[in-house]
């Protein structure tokens, strides 16, 4: 196996293995369950990345828009065999690339991955700061007066 790879948005022949990683994640509490419906409707602001060799999915992410000046990453999930290798890096850089272009200031993920996020320069902030109408994913979630995600910001 070599380690190249290349980022690109997804289409819509990506939803199943969007649907198949994401969900994965998500049986081992990693992450939400996310529907097909969900992925097909949210599929313009999904990324994925293509292992070059098999041309397989072998992580996905997308970046949601939550207002003018708030934008999020979520469904962030790299294969297993695939971690540890600069995958998620450079996924979330892209994501913060495309929250440039749309000029947005700022960055938020609720996440279980702390350590991985603080060094991609993100900051750890109090949830209350963010107003609860901006959670559209928190209606949806099981957890939802007692989530035990953080909220990390960066500014860009
Ligand atoms: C979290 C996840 C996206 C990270 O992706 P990855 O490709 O494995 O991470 P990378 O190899 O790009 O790591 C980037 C840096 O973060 C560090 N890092 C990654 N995961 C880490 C972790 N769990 N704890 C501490 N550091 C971590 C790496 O060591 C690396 O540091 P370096 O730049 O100093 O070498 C991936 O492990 C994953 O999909 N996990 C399961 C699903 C999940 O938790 N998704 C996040 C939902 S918000």
């Not at 994401?22 to 529907?35: D, H």
């Not at 996440?111 to 959670?135: A, C, I």
């Amino acid at each position: 196996m070599t380690n190249n790879y290349e980022i690109r948005r997804a289409i819509v022949d990506d939803v199943d293995s969007i649907y198949n990683l994401t969900n994965s994640m998500a049986a081992q509490g990693l992450m939400l369950t996310r529907s097909k419906y969900k992925i097909v409707t949210s599929l313009s602001s999904f990324f994925v990345v293509i292992d070059s060799e098999s041309g397989k999915v072998i992580a996905t992410g997308s970046l949601a828009t939550l207002w003018t000046d708030l934008c999020e990453v979520c469904a962030l999930a790299v294969h297993p065999v695939w971690q540890g290798k600069g995958v998620g890096r450079a996924l979330v850089e892209q994501l913060i690339e495309e929250a440039r272009r749309l000029r947005m200031p700022q960055v938020i993920t609720l996440t279980y991955q702390v350590e991985f996020f603080k060094k991609l320069g993100f900051e750890v902030r109090d949830k209350n700061e963010f107003p609860r109408k901006l959670w559209r994913e928190c209606l949806e979630c099981p957890k939802l007066e007692n989530c035990d995600e953080t909220a990390m910001v960066i500014s860009i």
